[in-house]
């Protein structure tokens, strides 16, 4: 009944929020949105541009990520463990890379 009750509740805020127009600011959304979530203003949002070499460097450093995780992962499994080690620090490398990239673009 409670279940019933709290999905009742918040399909009800979903859909005051969908009703809104995507360009309006929204500053209290549901209690259960986190902060950063609910207080933003999405007019600001919608007029940043990022770079190109920022987004290719995301792409670039996100999916090799997640190539070097997954060699390393099957390597483990497959019992090379110096060749998963290797491709647990290129993971890490890939990983530093992101984390500059973000750095930069939220400076520049």
Known sequence: MMRAVAWRRVKSQLCSLSQRSPLSAVSCGPAW?????????????????????????????????GLAAAIAILAFVGGLWLAGLIA?????????????????????
């Open 88 to 108: 647990v620090a290129v993971t890490a490398l890939f990983m530093g890379m992101m984390f500059l990239i973000e750095r930069g673009a939220e400076q520049g």
């Open 33 to 65: 949105l986190s902060a950063a979530a609910k207080c933003y203003h999405r007019k600001e949002m919608y007029k940043q541009k990022m770079a190109l070499p920022v987004v290719i460097g995301r792409i670039v450093a996100v999916s090799s990520m």
